[in-house]
């Protein structure tokens, strides 16, 4: 059947139009936005935040900033920030990649022990004076030991040996050098070989304990 122009134009009222008003452009503008593609496509708070951060360090070195004054003004800002990190350092020291590490290992010569040195000398102290020298020995070889982990002298990771920290910690106190292997002995021997302890053990262990606990390390001898 043949078209007239008359079917043609009333075909045509009733096809939408293909460019929309401003309303309907903006209404199928929010739809479109509203698919949760979008959603994820967002920039989260930390890029915003870097992005900010950005702009200022852009902005602060560009040499356009108040025609010759900016890229004085940047030199300016650079020297006072790095006065800033200077003095941070000096005030809270370099931070250590080991420092987590030692907090965070639990070990100490193959046994889960995950208290301070503090409460290992008490404990000791309290099997001590109920005449309980074994377990008093191991607990004040390993108050020793987690102490000098607490001040980043010595390291205890896992599979450290008793006589292995002894060396390490003789090279920080050399002076101790003897009894510190002493003391690791004393250890090995009632942990390990099941020898009775001794007061008198005891006494040269926590000896030991107390002298470098007080002494200042030679750091860079231990490294």
Do not use: C, N
Not at 43 to 67: C, H, I, K, N
Not at 116 to 145: C, K, Q, T
Request: proline fraction near 5%; charge should be negative.
């Amino acid at each position: 059947m043949a078209l007239t122009s008359t079917s043609i134009e009333l075909l045509a009222d009733t096809v939408p139009p293909l460019t929309p008003d401003g309303d309907e452009a903006r209404r199928w503008a929010e739809e479109e936005l509203a698919k949760p593609v979008y959603a994820q496509a967002e920039p989260t708070l930390f890029d915003r935040v870097a992005r900010a951060v950005g702009d200022f360090f852009s902005q602060l070195f560009s040499t356009e900033l108040t025609g010759g004054w900016g890229s004085t003004f940047a030199i300016v800002a650079a020297v006072i920030v790095a006065i800033l990190i200077l003095a941070a350092f000096l005030v809270w020291g370099v931070p250590r990649a080991t420092h987590r590490s030692r907090i965070a290992v639990a070990e100490l010569f193959g046994e889960s022990e995950g208290r301070p040195a503090a409460e290992l000398r008490a404990a000791a102290e309290a099997h001590a004076s109920r005449g309980e020298w074994d377990a008093a020995i191991v607990l004040r070889f390993r108050a020793l030991a987690r102490g000098l982990a607490e001040r980043g002298v010595v390291e205890t990771p896992p599979g450290a040996t008793v006589h292995g920290f002894a060396r390490q910690a003789a090279r920080a106190f050399p002076a101790s050098a003897i009894d510190l292997e002493e003391a690791a002995g004393a250890f090995d021997d009632v942990r390990y070989l099941r020898r009775p302890g001794t007061a008198e053990l005891y006494r040269r262990v926590a000896a030991v304990d107390a002298a470098v606990a007080g002494a200042r390390p030679l750091l860079a001898e231990a490294r």
